[in-house]
């Protein structure tokens, strides 16, 4: 007889992955898109993009300790680029560290919760085509390399 191991296997994921993987399962449950790692312009790259059902967009930073936090230079670079910015953080994260003026989501792998909305600036027309045109290459881009582990991506 085979023995079959059915204990719960390590994921292959960052912590910061599985805390992304959770906002974005959340998120969709408010009808969000959800792509991660994209990258609105050079020098910046966004942990989760969310375009939601009203054509809003929002970004939302994955910060799985206090390290990564406070080794994060660029956040305010991201404010521009979306209607409203979010942390996502664990349940044992030290929320004080975090700016009153931005939005919360305490999560984890499986899902998450928005505890503070992060103030609303709306993105200007030109922008937010911009944004969704790259969110759509984004999308696109990583369905492709999912079907097509081998092709060669193609910058245009």
């Known amino acids: 007889m085979t023995h079959v191991d059915l204990s719960p296997q390590p994921s292959p994921l960052q912590p910061g992955q599985l805390l992304a993987r959770g906002v974005a399962r959340h998120l969709a449950s408010h009808g969000f898109a959800c792509v991660e790692e994209l990258v ?9 993009m969310a375009l939601g059902p009203k054509g809003e ?6 910060k ?3 390290v990564d ?7 305010q670079g991201y404010l521009e680029w979306a209607d409203r910015f979010f942390w996502a953080v664990d349940s044992d994260f030290p929320v004080e560290l975090l700016p009153d003026e931005t939005g919360l989501i305490i999560a984890d792998a499986y899902g998450g919760e928005i505890i503070r909305m992060g103030p609303e600036t709306k ?3 030109a922008r937010r085509k911009v944004m969704v045109q790259k ?22």
């Open 57 to 62: 967009i929002w970004v939302v930073e994955c």
């Open 64 to 66: 799985s300790s206090r």
């Open 40 to 48: 609105p312009k050079r020098g910046l790259r966004v942990d989760v």
């Open 123 to 125: 993105l200007a027309a």
């Open 69 to 75: 936090y406070m080794s994060d230079c660029k956040w």
């Open 135 to 156: 969110f759509a290459m984004h999308a696109a881009r990583r369905l492709h390399r999912l079907r097509d582990p081998d092709m060669r991506t193609q910058r245009g």
